[in-house]
């Protein structure tokens, strides 16, 4: 029933102790120790907080990537001694001349005659069976021909109504856009 451990497998746990492990306090490591106490600030805004010296402010002028540019252009044409190199030799080819070149023309291509087709020798279609009679083509005579009626249809009567009128059937639905009961519900 309730309240017995009749038919468990481990039977009863003890509560657990609320008493706490007993531990060693805990001591944080010490800090690695320094050469020489850092400057206080950030290096940004602040002078002379760098490990080298401080730059030192200097004028940039307006048109200074021009003048130098101007400058390294002269140099170079005081470096150039003369004009561009050309050699005044007949252009040779880097390789020996071809020992199979003629000079002479090919001469026209040949084109090979066409073929003359000839056509299959002329065989004459089989002959006509001759087994009595002429058949048509056919193993058997044709049956003989009757003169068969000719068969008049009548007319199926028009199907009316009390009022001899003609019965026409209502229209089905037309495929249109239809509103749905939702919608209505909230126009309304």
């Excluded at 039977?11 to 706490?20: D, E, R, V």
């Excluded at 009316?160 to 639905?173: A, C, D, L, S, V």
Aim: charged share 25%; net charge positive.
């Amino acid at each position: 029933g309730l309240g017995s451990y009749y038919g468990t497998i481990g039977g009863s746990y003890a509560y657990f102790s609320p008493q706490l492990k007993a531990k060693e306090r805990y001591v944080p490591p010490g800090k690695n120790f320094y050469t020489n106490p850092g400057k206080k600030g950030t290096g940004y805004g602040y002078a002379n907080l760098t490990i080298g010296e401080q730059y030192p402010h200097e004028p940039d002028g307006y048109e200074a990537e021009r003048i130098n540019a101007k400058k390294a252009q002269e140099e170079h044409k005081r470096l150039v001694k003369g004009g561009p190199f050309k050699l005044n030799l007949y252009p040779q080819e880097y390789f020996d001349m071809n020992p199979y070149f003629n000079d002479k023309p090919l001469p026209p291509v040949k084109k090979p005659l066409p073929e003359k087709l000839v056509a299959p020798p002329f065989k004459p279609s089989s002959p006509a069976k001759k087994s009595g009679g002429m058949k048509g083509g056919t193993f058997n005579p044709y049956p003989s021909h009757s003169a068969d009626p000719y068969a008049i249809k009548n007319s199926k009567a028009v199907t009316t109504n009390k009022e001899r009128q003609i019965f026409h059937p209502p229209p089905g639905p037309k495929s249109r856009p239809v509103r749905s009961i939702i919608t209505l519900n909230v126009t309304r």
